[in-house]
């Protein structure tokens, strides 16, 4: 059981330094990419989207927001350019998506089939706080158990 937890605290630990030794082709690229993905994703008219049980948007825009969520965290806990944002890396990711799910559901105003709904922005947000929190507890887990920083 020890060695268990041993073995995956260091995987944990490699794995941490292998996001901040690459962190152009493991987070800046994956987050470019994504979020464009997302935002074609969203600009899809709702008629050719199927529809395979209730309520399916809201969990499409909750597992969408939530990597976006993760991407994002990482990103800004990573980048080494300013101190203040990697400290404020988790609380500025959550206020981006909060304010980029907005502008999203706005967006989807001038798409066809499309509407702008309260309930897809708290399912966007609440995914974008579960995928960031993801990312602060690895971190925090990480960073206090090794002194890595």
């Known amino acids: ?26 987070i800046y690229i ?3 990419v994504y979020w464009i993905t997302l935002f074609i994703l969203t600009t899809i008219p709702a008629d050719n989207v199927p529809q395979l049980f209730e309520n399916q948007d809201k969990y499409e825009h909750f597992i969408a ?3 976006l969520g993760i991407l994002l965290s990482l990103t800004l806990y990573f ?7 990697s400290s404020y890396a988790f609380l500025l ?7 980029y799910g907005a502008i ?9 089939g499309r509407y702008c709904d309260f309930y897809d922005w708290l399912a966007d947000s609440s995914g ?4 960031t929190g993801i990312i602060f507890l690895f971190v925090k ?3 206090k158990k090794y002194s890595i920083d």
């Open 65 to 67: 927001y939530c990597g």
């Open 93 to 99: 990711a959550s206020l981006f998506v909060f304010v």
């Open 104 to 112: 999203d559901e706005l967006h989807q105003l001038f798409v066809p």
């Open 30 to 32: 994956p987050l470019i």
């Open 1 to 26: 059981m020890i060695k268990s937890r041993m073995q995956s605290n260091s995987f944990l630990t490699r794995l941490y330094k292998y996001f901040g030794s690459n962190t152009i082709t493991l």
């Open 128 to 131: 974008g706080i579960i995928g």
């Open 79 to 85: 980048q080494k350019k300013f101190k203040l944002i």
């Open 141 to 143: 887990r990480v960073s």
